[in-house]
């Protein structure tokens, strides 16, 4: 079922990150509750129920640290005030900005609203926020900036824990941007020292990542963030995230950006993940009405895949802002569902309608995706190109992975990829050897390498490597494809001379006949190995999603597939529709088609012969086209969502 993590109604929740519209970071200090009273007003009307929060770190906690000579320090004040000795006091907090925060709450569950609170604030937009008295030092491992932080967040959550509208903690906005740590250790020990000090407070409800640009290795880890919080996040914009700003924002690739990277973060973590910052960055990107479409089908996306909900980015435009960041970062102003005057915009209307149509649909939560594959992450490599390369291919060929990393255990799957392998590492070999075991008891793995190395070569792909040398240029595989010949460009660092002792051989370089593409088997199992790193190139060339008739890429994920996307109760041949099926019981299941083109497309539905196709709970019913097959219209960045029953 769908990952329930907050206590809500909804099946699937939609909310905004706010500031107020009248003063954007500088809310709290400009405070203005009718304005918030307002906003909040016009959100919850549009159909919005969560909001993300910012008590800014300067405002809450205003300490300076006064000096004596020679710059001793001399302690901690309020401007020229000593601190109160109450608890306030002692943590340095404002108990005028603490009673600003309460009116918000009531203003908020007033009009519905449940409430994510990011606790440090300290990087906004392109902004450092820091209290005076922290201003020059390390944020995240200077231990006196650490003592303050964690004074801070005790304290505020000890004086609002008893809010019923709060229904998690958040680390704060993107807290890996306030400043540069030395090693993944110190990221570890910034994140388990506020971490301990909010669930010491309150232990009741989730703790939320807050953080972006995680990765399997390097100093911000998904896998940290996932031991030292409850809920992971992203923050998936197609305008800054790498690769995603190759094609339009109303096609395959930035629809499935958020799904995708969420699932990534989640999987590789281990613990629920959803995307917490969402949008477009605004009319410099796309009109209103390509933003609605985006919103639409991204939003469809992440619900047919099993995320709990989505955060857009913002509220509202901050377009007539004087203050900083506002006044130097342009793109900043104008990314809200509204704008300052109230004006709800298209994608707002959108969101708010889907919200309602999922709530509506008879079967409550939707029943886990059916997925075939496992797609293992391999250290040496681009993994975040990898993973949307491999993710992205799958979805055009018809079929569903989730994401490991190589250094888990190799979890059960009838199909392994295994893409891109980089370096000369190869695979841990305890996993290498668990991963060797389910192929022997049967299962397939899809090998690819960039210029990876892999034990046990020979025996597994029934190949003989002859010779290696870099290659000067980029080469062109051809092989068989569903619907024909199949001829795609690739680039590859080095070109690797293969022999065929006991493999078949799928494709060959166009140029001179070298093995590209090949089956063996192994034990009870298959192996299939592709010569050339077809997700990055998938990934890095731009037009290669939104154009798979020109760029096929998708034909190696759909050869390789065959017999696991047989036992699916449908099939749709087509590469800008994607399909989850979702079993409701042993007689019922659920499909969701969703067109990733900014046209409108008929696609062929293929039922196999023990399922009937029984209602169409959104979008129109199919039309029959005889031997169980129907055609299915689908509008622009589109779904539609069926009911099969088994005869």
């Given at each position: 079922m769908q990952q329930k993590l907050f206590p809500l109604s909804s099946p699937f929740f939609i909310g905004t990150n706010y500031w107020a519209s009248h003063a954007g970071t500088a809310m709290w200090s400009d405070w203005r509750p009718e304005v918030v009273e307002q906003d909040l007003q016009r959100l919850s009307e549009a159909g919005l129920e969560v909001l993300r929060v910012f008590p800014l770190w300067p405002d809450f906690q205003p300490i300076d640290q006064l000096y004596g000579g020679s710059g001793q320090p001399m302690g901690y004040r309020h401007g020229e005030q000593r601190l109160s000795d109450?608890?306030?006091?002692?943590?340095?907090?404002?108990?005028?900005?603490?009673?600003?925060f309460a009116e918000f709450l009531a203003i908020a569950s007033k009009h519905g609203f449940k409430v994510i609170v990011g606790l440090i604030t300290g990087w906004m937009s392109g902004r450092l926020f820091v209290p005076n008295a922290l201003k020059g030092k390390s944020i995240l491992t200077d231990p006196d900036a650490i003592r303050w932080q964690i004074r801070f967040v005790k304290y505020f959550i000890s004086q609002t824990r008893s809010e019923e509208s709060i229904i998690a903690w958040d680390l704060g906005n993107e807290c890996n941007c306030m400043g540069e740590v030395a090693s993944r250790e110190e990221a570890w020990m910034w994140t388990s020292s506020i971490s301990n000090a909010i669930k010491s407070t309150d232990s009741t409800r989730p703790l939320i990542s807050g953080m972006h640009s995680l990765t399997p290795t390097g100093k911000w880890t998904m896998q940290d963030q996932g031991e030292l919080t409850d809920i992971l996040t992203t923050h998936p914009y197609p305008f800054w995230t790498p690769y995603l700003d190759y094609d339009p924002i109303n096609t395959v690739r930035p629809i499935l950006h958020a799904t995708a990277e969420s699932l990534f973060y989640g999987q590789i973590g281990e613990k629920p993940c959803f995307a917490e910052e969402q949008g477009t960055m605004g009319p410099m990107v796309c009109s209103e009405q390509v933003a609605a479409a985006f919103g639409r089908a991204s939003m469809l996306t992440q619900w047919a895949h099993g995320l709990p909900g989505l955060l857009w980015w913002c509220a509202n435009d901050q377009t007539k802002l004087m203050t900083a960041p506002y006044d130097w970062v342009a793109c900043e102003g104008e990314l809200g569902l509204m704008t300052e005057e109230g004006r709800v915009k298209p994608v707002l209307q959108e969101l708010g309608r889907l919200k309602r149509m999922i709530a509506e649909l008879p079967f409550g939560e939707l029943p886990e995706r059916t997925v075939e594959a496992v797609c293992i992450l391999n250290s040496g490599q681009d993994h975040w190109a990898a993973a949307l390369g491999s993710f992205l291919l799958a979805k055009q060929a018809g079929f569903d992975l989730n994401f490991q990393f190589e250094d888990q255990p190799i979890r059960d799957s009838e199909l392994y990829l295994l893409p891109c392998v980089s370096g000369v590492n190869g695979v841990p070999k305890q996993r290498w050897e668990e991963l060797l075991h389910?192929?022997?008891?049967?299962?397939?793995?899809?090998?690819?390498?960039?210029?990876?190395?892999?034990?046990?070569?020979?025996?597994?792909?029934?190949?003989?490597?002859?010779?290696?040398?870099?290659?000067?240029?980029?080469?062109?595989?051809?092989?068989?494809?569903?619907?024909?010949?199949?001829?795609?460009?690739?680039?590859?660092?080095?070109?690797?001379?293969?022999?065929?002792?006991?493999?078949?051989?799928?494709?060959?370089?166009?140029?001179?006949?070298?093995?590209?593409?090949?089956?063996?088997?192994?034990?009870?199992?298959?192996?299939?190995?592709?010569?050339?790193?077809?997700?990055?190139?998938?990934?890095?060339?731009a037009e290669t999603a939104y154009r798979p008739d020109e760029i096929p890429y998708w034909s190696v994920y759909e050869l390789i597939s065959r017999e696991q996307r047989s036992k699916r109760a449908t099939a749709a041949l087509d590469p800008f529709v994607g399909v989850t099926e979702h079993k409701m019981g042993e007689h019922t299941i659920v499909a969701v088609l969703i067109n990733y083109s900014p046209d409108a497309r008929t696609t062929e539905l293929t039922v196999r012969e023990d399922w009937t196709l029984e209602k169409a709970y959104y979008g129109a019913f199919p039309e029959s086209a005889g031997s169980g097959t129907y055609k299915v219209a689908l509008p622009p960045n589109e779904a539609i969502v069926l009911e099969l029953g088994r005869q």
């Open positions: 109450d608890a306030a006091g002692r943590a340095g907090v404002s108990t005028l900005m603490m009673g600003r389910k192929v022997r008891e049967g299962a397939a793995l899809y090998i690819s390498v960039e210029d990876g190395y892999l034990l046990n070569f020979v025996e597994l792909t029934g190949l003989t490597v002859e010779n290696r040398s870099r290659r000067a240029k980029e080469t062109e595989v051809s092989f068989e494809g569903a619907v024909g010949e199949v001829r795609i460009p690739l680039a590859s660092p080095f070109r690797l001379e293969y022999r065929a002792d006991q493999a078949e051989v799928l494709g060959r370089e166009t140029a001179d006949g070298n093995v590209a593409f090949s089956k063996a088997s192994y034990g009870k199992g298959t192996v299939y190995f592709f010569s050339l790193p077809v997700e990055l190139e998938m990934t890095r060339r």
